[in-house]
């Protein structure tokens, strides 16, 4: 029997690996299986979002204009994640919706339909109709925060023949209410015993603030299971917003921060490594010092490096590697996606500082990849595009269910809004250097966020690390063996030599 030549070992450190002179992205690389002795379900997946914010989840979704507003940034808070809301607005409408997520409490309806004693049935049955409510809280002005005078329900109109009969005269009157201190948990206990689809939530001066609703409480308890919910010190959801490094985005930080709607600031841009970025960060450190500022994008470890020293509490990674991002192309300039996580994590871990690994994310595996490379948490737009919490009405495209998603470099982006950042000074030319097209309705973040958690929770099982910082550690220290994967290996890791197949994820 021939003797084993210990010598030549399996795989390559990733240091060997992307040490040789060609730029890797996530599917050109491939990680060895490592020991297992634990369960995927002890994988432990929490995270450093920024030097301060930890997440039980380590996924954000990415300030774009079809990817996060309010409702996204709500949801994912709740998954345990994160959201950054877009800046493709007035400075106003941004610190309306970071106080919408910082008012949310989960488990409730936060905007309840509701109208004024003197509409009629007719009004009624137009919200039925449009919104599919079955009742209708009555308050004195008809809106949220207003006194509640009644509730309405199908029963009290359904056998009055004429339409335009006023609401006040059939209304309920002797409403059952929840005071506003009620928790979720003891919220769904008491539509449990009263027996009734909804309960109004008032304050100590009975005006209506939201809405206990067993359909909630039923959906949450169907949803699978998810990692803590993303909330600070008062309880209230943790929330991110992206903002320039213009003159006017030192006003749009000095508002959300006086709001006290943000968390953490994304210095949005392509290229990070500016003075642009490095006299705005000097700026936030000096008048918000509590504020956690993200900056970036960089790819290499010179860029990390300065805005390190400038003071950034996260560096986000990535140049050209988005699904919709055409800047590569344009620009000639950027880093395969694998080859850049790795190489800027490194130098942020040496300095204490966590990456997010943006763009280029269009499965679990990749996330397993990014984080296992030195990433803390992984930021997506296409992932998140076409989902329920998504901005924009879903439309049919030749029979497909489909939701708009675009790049923030794209012409009609930069039409909407972004146009300031890019007038040169003395023309008018722009570049586009994304694109703006549709993805599929993808269902609801619920589902796909826990569903991919799991899955990473899996990879992370076969790779023996029981935490992100466990597979940091066997990254830096050789354990964890990379090699390429040919072309071949590629489409070997692929489906392959199928006549038909139906991929089901989860
Ligand atoms: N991650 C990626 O690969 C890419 C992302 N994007 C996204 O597109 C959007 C726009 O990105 P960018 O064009 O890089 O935005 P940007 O705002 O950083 O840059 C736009 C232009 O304005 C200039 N500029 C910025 N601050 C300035 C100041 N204070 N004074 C004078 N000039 C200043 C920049 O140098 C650049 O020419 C962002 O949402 C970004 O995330 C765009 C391209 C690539
Ligand atoms: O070159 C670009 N032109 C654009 O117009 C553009 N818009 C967004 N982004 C970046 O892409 C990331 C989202 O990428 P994914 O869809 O792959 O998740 C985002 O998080 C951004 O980093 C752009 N890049
Ligand atoms: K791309």
Redesign the pocket.
């Known amino acids: 029997m021939a003797s084993f030549d210990d010598s030549i070992a399996d795989g390559y450190s990733a240091a060997q690996l992307f040490g040789q002179g060609s730029t890797y992205t996530y599917d050109d690389v491939i990680f060895l299986p490592g020991h297992i002795d634990f369960g995927a379900h002890e994988v432990d997946l929490t995270t450093n979002l920024t030097k301060k914010l930890r997440l039980s989840t380590p996924i954000v979704s990415?300030?774009?204009d079809t990817v996060t507003e309010a409702e996204m940034a709500i949801t994912m808070a709740m998954m345990g994640g994160l959201g950054f809301l877009h800046y493709n607005m007035k400075l106003e409408e941004q610190v309306a919706q970071a106080q919408k997520v910082k008012r949310h409490v989960p488990g409730f309806v936060m905007t309840p339909t509701v109208l004024q004693s003197s509409n009629t049935i007719a009004d009624f049955e137009a919200l039925k109709a449009s919104r599919g409510v079955s009742s209708v809280c009555i308050t004195e002005d008809g809106r949220v925060g207003s006194r509640l005078v009644g509730i309405v329900t199908a029963r009290d109109t359904d056998f009055v023949n004429d339409r335009l009969t006023q609401l006040g005269e059939l209304m309920t009157r002797d409403v059952e209410t929840l005071s506003d201190d009620v928790s979720a948990e003891k919220a769904m206990e008491a539509l449990k015993s009263s027996k009734r689809k909804s309960l109004p939530v008032v304050d100590s001066n009975g005006n209506l603030v939201r809405l206990a609703s067993r359909a909630v409480c039923l959906e949450e308890a169907r949803m699978p299971r998810r990692g803590a919910a993303s909330t600070g010190p008062d309880g209230r959801l943790l929330v991110g917003a992206a903002v320039g490094t213009r003159d006017d985005d030192r006003r749009r930080v000095d508002a959300l921060v006086a709001a006290t709607a943000v968390d953490a600031v994304i210095l949005d841009s392509?290229q990070g490594d500016s003075t642009y970025q490095l006299d705005m960060l000097a700026y936030l450190k000096r008048a918000h010092p509590d504020l956690q500022v993200v900056c970036g994008?960089v790819v290499t470890s010179g860029q990390a490096r300065r805005l390190i020293q400038g003071g950034a509490d996260a560096l986000?990674i990535?140049m050209?590697?988005?699904?919709?991002?055409?800047?590569q192309e344009v620009c000639a300039v950027g880093r395969g996606q694998a080859a850049a996580v790795w190489q800027v994590s490194r130098l942020a871990a040496s300095l204490g500082v966590p990456t997010i690994a943006?763009?280029?994310?269009q499965n679990s595996g990749h996330i397993v990849k990014a984080l296992a490379l030195g990433a803390s948490t992984v930021?997506?737009?296409?992932?998140f595009?076409g989902t329920s919490e998504a901005p924009g009405e879903y439309f049919v495209v030749d029979g497909v269910r489909v939701k708009q998603y675009r790049?923030?470099?794209?012409l009609e982006?930069m039409a909407k809004g972004s146009e300031a950042r890019y007038h040169s000074d003395t023309q008018n030319l722009k570049i586009a250097?994304?694109v703006s097209g549709t993805v599929r309705d993808k269902g609801s973040i619920r589902k796909t966020v826990p569903f991919l958690m799991q899955a990473v929770r899996q990879g992370f099982q076969d790779l023996g690390s029981r935490s992100i910082p466990a597979a940091h550690a066997a990254l830096a220290g050789g354990v964890m063996r990379v090699e390429a994967r040919s072309t071949a290996a590629q489409a070997e890791g692929g489906i392959h030599d199928m006549h038909s197949f139906n991929k089901v994820r989860w």
């Open positions: 990415s300030p774009m392509s994008n986000r990535g050209g590697s988005g699904s919709i991002c055409t800047t943006d763009g280029g994310v930021m997506c737009g296409s992932l595009a790049g923030m470099g794209s982006a250097q994304g």
